[in-house]
Each structure stands twice: as structure tokens, then as C-alpha cells.
């Protein structure tokens, strides 16, 4: 699970009451649209609700191998950020090699994600955190640039660390008051892909002229109302485009501390504490 609070979205119609969205393990029992998958294989999946608990349920085209080397607690941290960083970042956002992206909340279980994609992709990545070590570990990631928010004034950083010509995506889990400093930070045809309001949901008096001037695309998703089939699409993505880079150990997500599923509570007041570097796992069982 990461920090990054998404939107207030409603339980999809036939979810799991039970909360936890990935989960790792081994398949148990599978059903008539199991494709080839069997019991005995060991799986990741973004699930539509119910990872925790002992037995979840997840859609077959919902899940992925573990990648090579992986155990179920690291298998476990990946589909949540992996999905939600590739539709947003490589899918609305459309990073492309060569372009600069600004990433907010670098150190979250979305930013170490982000961070190490968009630079395995080859873009220029500058990144945002609230502390010297936060910042350092997006440098660790493969950050080219870190920003400490709470020192620094992040749009004059990428005005400086660009020379003046602007970054091309903005990744922003933040909201409210970093919206109209979203916009300043992009350059001609740049676009800002918000996937979360940690700051609120609603901004305050907005210039929109920047947006028609530089040509700008604001736009956003959640992950969770998404059809089966098009959560699918993305999980066919990530096994074509990523998992090969899991595979050869190019990137990995953090692994900050490891709970029991009894200590869940323990584990989501860290969570809330915003003391983590990278994801926080619940262990169901050895």
C-alpha cells in the first residue's frame, strides 16, 4: 500500500467489502475463465477489493508473474503503483524518451514507482519530497534532480534546473494549491496528470490562460472504477514493457517495512505518518 490517497471513489458494484488492492501468492483455485493460469503458480494481481484476507479473488487477466528472483513480499508491492504509473504517466501523460518529467511525492510507493520507470524509459526525471533523506533516496531511484518542497520552491527549481524551458509532464498526487504551480512548471504542449488530492481536492482562484496559451492538457484518473477489460489492457502493457525490466533487476519497488496482517493498524498509522520511504507490506502467512 503506499500514501498516496486517491480520490473518494465509491466500491465498485460486486467488490470485496474486505479493503487491500494487490496482493502476491500462490493460486489456490482458479475458475472457468482462468486462461492458463493453475493452481500452484505463483501470481501478483491488482484485485478489485479483498487483499486483506487470508483468500482473495481476483480477475485472471488481473494478474502477473512474479518477476524473476521475487518473493511474495515483493511481488505483493508492485501492481497497485506499477498499474497506476503506467496508465497515468505513459497513458494520459504520454511521457516519451527524451522528455522531462516532474514527479510529486517522489518517496511514496507511486513516486519510487514513477521515478524508476520514467527513467528506465529515458526521460529526465526531477522529483519532490519533504526531507534531505526523502530527497536523497529519489536520487538513489535515478532521480536526476530532487526537490525539497518544504525548502525550496519547486517551480523556480524547474525553471532553474531547465533553464527556463519547462518540463513536459507533471505526475501530481498533491491537488488544491499545487495546481496553478502545476501549470507554471510545464512547458509548450506540456500535460499535468493528477491522480490524487493530498492537498485537497478543490483548488483556489485559478489562471486557466496558461492551458490555452502553451497548448496544456490537464487531465486524471483512478484505477479502481476501471473495467476488467481495461485493467486487462494495462496488465498486458506491463508484461510486455515492464516486467522485462523487473526481470533484468532494472528497477524494484522499495520495500520500507514488512507487518503482520494482524498489526494492520501499525502499518497504516506509519503510513499516515509519512515517515516511509517506498512501500508498506502486510505479511499473511510463510
Not at 497548448?215 to 516486467?243: C, D, F, N, Y
Request: charged fraction near 20%; proline fraction near 4%; charge should be positive.
Amino acid at each position: 500500500m503506499s500514501r498516496s490517497a486517491r480520490a473518494n471513489i465509491r466500491r465498485p458494484p460486486g467488490a470485496s467489502q474486505i479493503i487491500g488492492l494487490e496482493v502476491a501468492g500462490e493460486v489456490v483455485a482458479v475458475g472457468a475463465e482462468a486462461g492458463a493460469w493453475k493452481p500452484g503458480d505463483r501470481v501478483c494481481a491488482l484485485t478489485n477489493g479483498g487483499a486483506y484476507a487470508e483468500y482473495c479473488a481476483a480477475p485472471a487477466s488481473q494478474c502477473l508473474p512474479w518477476p524473476q528472483g521475487y518473493d511474495a513480499i515483493r511481488a505483493a508491492a508492485l501492481c497497485e503503483t506499477f498499474f497506476t504509473v503506467w496508465a497515468n504517466l505513459f497513458g494520459h501523460g504520454r511521457l516519451a524518451a527524451g522528455e522531462t518529467v516532474l514527479i510529486h511525492g517522489g518517496s511514496s510507493g507511486i513516486g519510487v514507482t514513477a521515478i524508476q520507470l520514467a527513467k528506465a524509459m529515458g526521460a529526465r526525471v526531477f522529483a519532490t519530497a519533504g526531507s534531505a533523506e526523502k530527497c536523497q533516496a529519489c536520487l538513489d531511484l535515478g532521480a536526476d534532480a530532487a526537490i525539497n518542497y518544504r525548502e525550496q520552491d519547486f517551480v523556480e527549481e524547474v525553471k532553474r534546473l531547465t533553464d527556463g524551458k519547462l518540463v513536459d509532464v507533471v505526475l501530481d498526487m498533491v491537488g488544491g494549491d499545487y495546481f496553478q504551480r502545476n501549470l507554471r512548471c510545464l512547458a509548450m504542449d506540456g500535460r499535468l496528470v493528477i491522480i490524487a488530492f493530498l492537498g485537497g481536492a478543490e483548488a483556489a482562484k485559478v489562471d486557466l490562460r496558461p492551458i490555452m496559451v502553451r497548448r496544456l492538457t490537464v487531465t486524471g484518473s483512478t484505477m479502481r472504477p476501471r473495467t476488467t477489460a481495461q485493467k486487462a489492457a494495462i496488465a498486458e502493457a506491463l508484461r510486455a514493457k515492464v516486467w522485462p525490466l523487473l526481470d533484468a533487476g532494472r528497477c524494484a519497488p522499495p520495500i520500507f517495512k514488512v507487518f503482520p496482517l494482524a498489526e494492520a493498524a501499525a502499518a497504516h498509522a506509519l503510513m499516515e505518518s509519512s515517515q516511509h520511504i517506498g512501500k508498506i507490506v502486510l505479511k499473511v502467512a510463510e
